[in-house]
C-alpha cells in the first residue's frame, strides 16, 4: 500500500509541472494528465488490480503523457528512463539499465554484406532475435537470408524459408535487414514523426510515441519494419538488460519495431550482435566518415551493390562479392 | 551547361514550392551518402570516447602489415594450439611414436590445395625448426603471423584481409583495431567451411 | 438563435434521438439488429484492444486488411455526397436540393465509419492524440496520412455543420440564411475531391508497393466513388420511398442512374487500362496483379472474389446503361446494389491486400480475416447505419414539418 503522502507528493510534482515550469504545449499534456488522473477511474492503468493511485499506476499516467523523445530536454530523457526503469522493477522484478545515449559526433554508420562469402548459417538472425529482445511467440525476426540460385540477384527469387543444411551448391545466401536509408520513406511517410534518423545515420523508431497505424510498413520497400502484434513475450533469463531507449528495450504491443544496427551497442564502439556473431566474417560495420575505417575500404576496393538503388532511397548497406 | 543545371535547380525549388514536399530535395544530390561519404576526408585519428571501448589486448599483437600507415592488431595464435611448443617432441630427429593416430597428428585431415598438387605439411611447417611456418621462398614465420604464410597464395585475400574486406574484426568498430587470425575461422589443413545447420529458421509466413 | 421562441440545440438533439429510437415493430427489429451488431462488435474490439492486433489475420506481410480496404472505400462513398451537392448548389437542380441533405447524411456516416475503422486498425488507440495538431506531433505536409486527417475531418465537419445548420433553422421554423452556408458548400465541394484524392495518394505514393505506385489510382478512386456513391444513395431513396411515408420522385433515381452510368462506364474504361498494363508485358511489378487475379505460388484467396466482383460490376454497368427497362426501379436498384458490392470488394480488399502482397522481398502469403476482424467490422458498419438513420430520418421530420408549417402559413 502506497501513503497517502506519496500520493500528495506524487500530485503536487504533477501540479507544479502544470503551472510552475515552463509553460508550452508540454505543460498542457501535463495538465490533461493530472485531469485524468483525478477524473477517470485510470483505465490506462488497464490490468493492474492494485489501487488506482498505487506508484505503478502514477508512474504509468505520466509514462502516457510524455512527449516525443525528440522533444525531450536531458532531463525529461533521464526522468522517463527512471520511470521505466522503475516500472520493469515493479512489475517484473528486473533490474535493467536503459540508455539514451546521443549520436557520436562525425560518424555516420554504414554496412556491408559480403554476398560471396555468407553461407546461411543464419547465426545473424539468433544473435538479433537475442540481443534486441524481440518477442519470441510470434517468432519475430528483424534479420531474413534468402537462399537464390546461381543465376539470379534477386532477392523476390530466392527461398526465406529455408531449413536444410547449409550451404547449398549452386546456391548463394542474401540477408536483408533495415537498410538504414538516407532518404527513408518510412520516415517521409509516419504521420507523428514517431520514427526519424539520428545524426549518425540510424533510423530509429520512439516506441512510446508511434501509435501503430503501420504505415511506415506499407511505405519500407525493403520490408525492414516489423510490428508488434501482441505483448512481445521474452524469457526472462534470455533478457538482455542492458538497453537503449530508441534500441532493444521491451517494446509497447501495437508499436513498430526495426533493426537500429543494435544502437544499444554500437554507440558504445562495440559491433552490432549480427557482425560480432558472424561465422564466416561476411558482415563488415564501421563509419562511413573515416578514410580509414573497414567499410571505406570495402566501398572503394570492392564492387558494391544497393539493394534496389533505383527507387532513390539511398540506403546505408551494401552487398559486395569477392 | 552551367545555366541549363540552373534552370534545372531553379525548376526543382519551384516544385518545392508547389508541393511542399520534403521528397523533391532528391532532386539536389548534395546530401546523398556517397557525396558525404566522398567530402569526408578527415581520419578519426583518436577513436571516440565510447564508454566500453577500453579492451583487453592481451593475446594480441601488432600485425607485421599496415592498412594504410594504420598499424593493427592480430588475435594470437600460439596460446591457442593444442600442442604448442612443437620443439617439445620435435626437437631435430625422428620421434617414434607408437600410437600415432592419438598422440601424434594422426587427426588431422589434410584437405588444402588442389587435387593434382595436394599440399604436405613441409610445404607449410618449416622442416628444421618446427616452431615455425616456412614460405615457398624458406623465408621463417611466426606461428602468431600466419595470415603472412596464407597470404602468400591467397594473395587477394590476404590484401582484403588486411583492408578489411576479409575476415573479423573483434568486438569493436572503435577504438585500436583487432582483427582474428585467418586460423580463426579456416582450419589450415582443411580450410573449407564445413556444411551445417541453420542456428534457427524463419517461420513459413503461410500455413 | 435571436428569437426567443427558439428551441436550444439541446433539444434539437434529444428530439432527433427520440425520432432515431422510436418508430413501427419492423423499425424496432432493425433497431436492435444495428444494436446487437454494435455490441457484438465492441466486444470483439475489447478483446483485440486486450490481447493486441494479433487476434487479427494481419501480419507482417499482410499488414493492412479488412479495416483498411473498408476505410478506403468508404471514403468513397462520403465523397460521392459531391454528385448530389453539386447540382444541387451550383445548377439549382430542384429536384437533387430536396434529396441532398440525406446524401449529406450518406457522407457523414461513411464518414464516421472512416474514422472508426481507422482507430480500429491503430495499435496504439490511446496514443492517437499524438496525431493531434498543437497537442502532438502533426508531421504535415511531409506525411501524406496527415493530410487525409485534416480532409477527413474537415469534412465530416462541413457535411455535418451544413445540414445541421438548415436543419437547425427549419427545426426552429425560419427560413436558413443561403448566404452563410453557401460558401461551405462550395468549399464542400472542393473538399469532396480533395478526400478521395488525397486518400489515394496515401497509396499512389509508396513507391516501395508497385501495385498503388500509379498515377491512375487517384482518377479511378473518383470514378468508383462517384459510381458506388450514388449507388448507395439510390438504394437508400428507394428504401426511404417504399418503407416510409417519405415519398422520392423517380426522376431523382433516374438523374442518379446517369451519375451512376457515366461514373461505372469510366471506372471500367480505367479498370481495363491497369489490367492492359499489366498483363501485356508482365514484370515483377506486375506480382501483385497476377495474386489478385490468378493467384501466385498456389496462394490464391482472392481469385474468386475479385472475379466475381468485375463480373458484378460488369453486369450492374451493362444493366443501367442498355436495359430496355433501365429507368424503371426494378432494374435500377438491383443494378445498384450489383455495383456496389462489386465496387465495395474490387477497392476495398481487391485493392489493399494485393498491394501488400508479395512482400517487397517476394514473399507471398494469404490474407484470412478473423471473427473478431469480421465482427469488428460488422460493428462499425451497423454505427455507420445508424448514424446515417439518425441523420436522414431526423432530417426528413424537420423538413416535413417545415413545409407543413409554410403551406399553413402561406394559405
Redesign the interface.
Known amino acids: 500500500m502506497m501513503s497517502s503522502k506519496y500520493i500528495q507528493e506524487e500530485f503536487s510534482d504533477i501540479i507544479d509541472d502544470i503551472f510552475d515550469k515552463k509553460t508550452g ?1 508540454r505543460s ?2 501535463k495538465g ?1 494528465a493530472g485531469l485524468a488522473a483525478a477524473g477517470s477511474s485510470l483505465t ?1 492503468a488497464g ?1 493492474s488490480n492494485n489501487s488506482p493511485f498505487s506508484e505503478e499506476n502514477i508512474l504509468r499516467l505520466k509514462e ?1 503523457f510524455k512527449g ?1 523523445f525528440t ?1 525531450m530536454s536531458q532531463e525529461d530523457k533521464n526522468a522517463t528512463i527512471k520511470r521505466l526503469e522503475r516500472l520493469a522493477k515493479i512489475k517484473d522484478g528486473l533490474d535493467l539499465k536503459i540508455s539514451s545515449k546521443g549520436p ?5 554508420f ?1 554496412f ?1 554484406l ?1 554476398v560471396s ?1 555468407c ?5 545473424c ?2 544473435a538479433c ?1 537475442d540481443e534486441n529482445n524481440i518477442d519470441r511467440k ?4 528483424c534479420i ?3 537462399e537464390i540460385e546461381h543465376g539470379e540477384m ?5 527461398n ?8 547449398v551448391d549452386n546456391h548463394f545466401y542474401m540477408g ?1 535487414q533495415c537498410f538504414q536509408c ?2 527513408a ?1 518510412c520516415i ?7 520514427t526519424w534518423r539520428e545524426d549518425d545515420g540510424i533510423v530509429v523508431v520512439d516506441y ?8 511506415c ?7 525492414g519494419r ?6 512481445p513475450y521474452i524469457p526472462a533469463e534470455e533478457l538482455t538488460r542492458k538497453q537503449h531507449y530508441l534500441g532493444n528495450r521491451i517494446r ?5 519495431e526495426k533493426c537500429t544496427f543494435c544502437i544499444q551497442r ?6 552490432p550482435a549480427c557482425v ?1 556473431i ?4 561476411s558482415r ?16 572503394e ?2 564492387k558494391v551493390f544497393r539493394m534496389k538503388e533505383d ?2 532511397t ?3 548497406f551494401w552487398y ?1 562479392v ?1 | 551547361m552551367k545555366t541549363v543545371s540552373e534552370f534545372y535547380k531553379m525548376a526543382m525549388v519551384v516544385m518545392q514550392v508547389v508541393f511542399l514536399f ?2 523533391c530535395q ?1 532532386g539536389s544530390h548534395d ?3 556517397n557525396s ?2 566522398k567530402n ?5 585519428e583518436s ?2 570516447e ?4 577500453t579492451m583487453v589486448l592481451s593475446n594480441t599483437v601488432i600485425a607485421q602489415v599496415k ?2 600507415d ?1 598499424p593493427f592488431r592480430v588475435e594470437t595464435r600460439k596460446d591457442v594450439m593444442e600442442r604448442f611448443k612443437c620443439s617439445e617432441c620435435h626437437i631435430g630427429k625422428k620421434v617414434h611414436v607408437t600410437k600415432a593416430d592419438k598422440v601424434a597428428h594422426g587427426n588431422i585431415k589434410k584437405l588444402h590445395g588442389n587435387k593434382e598438387r595436394p599440399l604436405a605439411c613441409n610445404t607449410c611447417h618449416m622442416k628444421d625448426e618446427r616452431d615455425f611456418l616456412v614460405t615457398e621462398k624458406g623465408v621463417k614465420i611466426d606461428f602468431n603471423h600466419s595470415y603472412q604464410l596464407c597470404g602468400h597464395c591467397h594473395f ?2 590476404k590484401a ?1 584481409w588486411v ?7 573483434v ?5 585500436e583495431r583487432v582483427v ?1 587470425n585467418c586460423t580463426e ?1 579456416h582450419d589450415p589443413h582443411s580450410p573449407k ?1 564445413t ?11 503461410s500455413e | 438563435m435571436n428569437k426567443t421562441s427558439d428551441k436550444s440545440f439541446f433539444t434539437f438533439f434529444m428530439d432527433g434521438l427520440r425520432w432515431t429510437l422510436t418508430g413501427n415493430t419492423i423499425y424496432q427489429v432493425y433497431m436492435g439488429l444495428l444494436f446487437i451488431c454494435m455490441t457484438i462488435g465492441f466486444y470483439a474490439y475489447t478483446v483485440q484492444f ?5 487476434v487479427t489475420g ?4 499482410v ?2 486488411g479488412l479495416y483498411i480496404s473498408n476505410f478506403t472505400f468508404l471514403v468513397g462513398v462520403a465523397a460521392a455526397a459531391v454528385m448530389l451537392i453539386l447540382p444541387a448548389y451550383i445548377f439549382r437542380d430542384k429536384d437533387f436540393h430536396k434529396v441532398v441533405i440525406i446524401g449529406e447524411g450518406v457522407a457523414a456516416g461513411a464518414l464516421v465509419m472512416c474514422l472508426a475503422f ?1 482507430i480500429v ?8 492524440w ?2 493531434m495538431p ?6 504535415w505536409p ?5 493530410w487525409d ?1 485534416i480532409v477527413l475531418n474537415g469534412y465530416l465537419l462541413l457535411n455535418l455543420g451544413v445540414p445541421l445548420y438548415i436543419l437547425f433553422c427549419h427545426y426552429n421554423n425560419r427560413e436558413a440564411d443561403e448566404r452563410k452556408y453557401r460558401p461551405f458548400v462550395i468549399l464542400s465541394i472542393f473538399w469532396a475531391f480533395a478526400i478521395h484524392l488525397t486518400t489515394a495518394f ?2 499512389e505514393g ?4 508497385p501495385f498503388w505506385n500509379n498515377p491512375l489510382l487517384g482518377p479511378r478512386f473518383l470514378a468508383s466513388a462517384f459510381a458506388a456513391g450514388p449507388a448507395l444513395i439510390a438504394i437508400v431513396l428507394t428504401i426511404i420511398h417504399k418503407w416510409t411515408v417519405f415519398k422520392i420522385e423517380t426522376g431523382i433515381i433516374n438523374k442518379l442512374r446517369i451519375i451512376i452510368v457515366v461514373a461505372a462506364i469510366i471506372n471500367l474504361i480505367m479498370l481495363f487500362s491497369e489490367v492492359f498494363k499489366e498483363f501485356y508485358f508482365p514484370t ?1 511489378h506486375s ?1 501483385s496483379a497476377e495474386y489478385l487475379f490468378f493467384g501466385l505460388d498456389g496462394h490464391n484467396a482472392l481469385v474468386p472474389r475479385i472475379w466475381f466482383a468485375i463480373s458484378i460490376n460488369i453486369i450492374g454497368t451493362l444493366m443501367l446503361a442498355l436495359s430496355p427497362r433501365r429507368n424503371a426501379p426494378r432494374v435500377i436498384i438491383p443494378a445498384s446494389v450489383l455495383l456496389f458490392t462489386g465496387i465495395w470488394i474490387e477497392k476495398g480488399i481487391g485493392l489493399i491486400v494485393p ?2 502482397i ?6 507471398v502469403t494469404d490474407y484470412i480475416p478473423t471473427w473478431v476482424e469480421l465482427w469488428v467490422t460488422a460493428g462499425i458498419f451497423a454505427l455507420g447505419i445508424f448514424v446515417v438513420t439518425m441523420l436522414v430520418k431526423s432530417a426528413l421530420i424537420i423538413e416535413e414539418r417545415y413545409e407543413r408549417q409554410k403551406a399553413a402559413v402561406s394559405s
Open positions: 504545449r498542457f499534456l490533461m490506462l490490468c502516457y516525443n522533444l557520436i559526433p562525425n560518424v555516420l554504414g556491408a559480403n562469402r553461407e546461411g548459417f543464419m547465426d538472425v539468433q532475435v510470434t517468432k519475430t525476426q531474413r537470408v534468402f534477386n532477392v523476390q527469387s530466392g526465406g524459408k529455408y531449413f536444410h543444411e547449409v550451404p536483408v538516407e532518404n520513406p517521409k511517410a509516419c504521420p507523428t514523426k514517431a512510446n510515441w508511434c501509435i501503430g497505424c503501420r504505415y510498413q506499407a511505405a519500407c520497400p525493403y520490408w516489423r510490428f508488434n502484434w501482441n505483448d509497447p504491443k501495437g508499436t513498430m554500437t554507440r558504445t564502439g562495440r559491433l560480432e558472424c561465422p564466416t566474417g563488415v560495420f564501421g563509419n562511413l566518415l573515416d578514410p580509414k575505417s573497414e567499410i571505406r575500404f570495402v566501398l576496393n570492392k527507387l532513390g539511398d540506403p546505408k559486395f569477392d | 520534403y521528397g532528391q546530401n546523398d551518402v558525404r561519404i569526408a576526408k578527415t581520419v578519426m577513436q571516440p565510447t564508454g566500453e571501448t592498412h594504410k594504420v587477394r585475400e582484403d583492408g578489411g574486406a576479409h575476415g573479423k574484426r568486438s569493436f568498430w572503435a577504438g582474428q575461422c567451411l556444411k551445417r545447420w541453420p542456428k534457427t529458421y524463419s517461420l513459413p509466413l | 486486450n490481447q493486441g492486433l494479433s494481419m501480419n507482417n506481410i499488414s493492412w481507422i486498425d491503430l495499435g496504439g488507440p490511446l496514443n492517437a499524438h496525431l498543437v497537442i502532438g506531433v502533426f508531421n511531409s506525411s501524406i496520412l496527415t486527417v496515401l497509396y509508396l513507391p516501395a508497393r515483377h506480382l498491394g501488400l508479395p512482400s517487397p522481398m517476394g514473399e
